[in-house]
């Protein structure tokens, strides 16, 4: 199955708001973590250490299913990211062997 990943950068409450939407984002984020097909997420720190954006990288059966998961994700739709980009991803390194 393809990796994708979500790139999501905070807007100017971004860290105000993750506090009151941080438990419907992990559970939205459940069911796809269940099935195996997170490889990772977590926050994007800025150079003080503060969560200033998200990167989720996952498996979905296609760019239009992984575009439609993230347009449901909480930090998406209640305006903590100011912007987020789904993108296909390739994992190469560590590979086989590795």
Same mark, same amino acid.
């Given at each position: 199955m393809p990796h994708y990943m979500i790139l999501g950068r905070d807007g100017a409450r971004g860290l105000e708001l993750r506090k009151l939407h941080r438990e419907a984002h992990l559970a939205n984020l459940k069911p796809v973590a269940d099935? /195996?097909? +997170?490889?990772? &997420? @977590? #926050? +994007? %720190?800025?150079? *003080? @250490? *503060? #969560?200033? @954006?998200? %990167?989720? +990288?996952?498996? &979905? !059966? *296609? %760019? !239009?299913?992984?575009? /439609?998961f993230a347009a449901t994700d909480p930090y998406v739709t209640q305006g903590i990211f100011e912007s987020h980009e789904v993108l296909e991803t390739k994992i190469v390194f560590p590979g086989p062997g590795v």
């Open positions: 099935a /195996g097909r +997170v490889i990772h &997420a @977590g #926050p +994007v %720190l800025d150079d *003080s @250490g *503060s #969560p200033c @954006g998200s %990167l989720i +990288v996952f498996e &979905a !059966e *296609s %760019l !239009e299913a992984a575009k /439609g």
